[in-house]
C-alpha cells in the first residue's frame, strides 16, 4: 500500500520559515507531478506548488518568491522551503502525486485536487502575526 507522510509543519511567526516534507515513493509513470496542495479552514483546497518528472516547476502566485519545491530522488523526498511566511499561509498542508499530470497543468487551472491520488495526513502550518 503506498504511503504519504507530510511533516515539518509548526507554528511560526510572520516572516519566518518553515521546511516540509513528504515521505512519498517512487512514481512509475511516464508522465507524472508531486504537488504541494492547502485548505485553510472553510477554504477550497488550492494547489501552491507543483514539480513534475521533467522538472518542470510551477507556483501560484500567492506564493511566488516565497515559496521553494524540491524533490531528493535518491530518496523519494519532496520539499517544500517557505519564507517570509504570512498569516495568510495558515493552513493544512499535504503532498499528492498527480498521475499523467505535469507541472502546468496542475497549477494552470487545467485540473483539479481530486485528480491527485495518494494524499497524506497533512502537517499544520500556523503563522502569527
Known amino acids: 500500500q503506498v504511503q504519504v507522510v507530510e511533516s515539518g509543519g509548526g507554528l511560526v511567526q510572520a516572516g519566518g520559515s518553515l521546511r516540509l516534507s513528504c515521505a512519498a515513493f517512487k512514481s512509475t509513470y511516464s508522465t507524472y507531478c508531486m504537488a504541494w496542495f492547502r485548505q485553510a479552514p472553510g477554504k477550497r483546497r488550492e494547489v501552491v506548488a507543483a514539480?513534475?518528472?521533467?522538472?518542470?516547476?510551477r507556483y501560484a502566485d500567492s506564493v511566488k518568491g516565497r515559496f521553494t519545491i524540491s524533490q531528493d530522488n535518491a530518496n523519494n523526498i519532496l520539499y517544500l522551503q517557505m519564507d517570509s511566511l504570512k498569516p495568510e499561509d495558515s493552513a493544512m498542508y499535504y503532498c499528492?502525486?498527480?498521475?499523467?499530470?505535469?507541472?502546468?497543468?496542475?497549477?494552470?487551472?487545467?485540473?483539479?485536487?481530486?485528480?491527485?491520488?495518494?494524499w497524506g495526513q497533512g502537517t499544520q502550518v500556523t503563522v502569527s502575526s
Open positions: 499528492a502525486e498527480g498521475v499523467g499530470l505535469t507541472a502546468v497543468m496542475a497549477l494552470g487551472g487545467m485540473v483539479r485536487p481530486t485528480d491527485f491520488h495518494y
Open positions: 514539480i513534475d518528472n521533467f522538472d518542470d516547476i
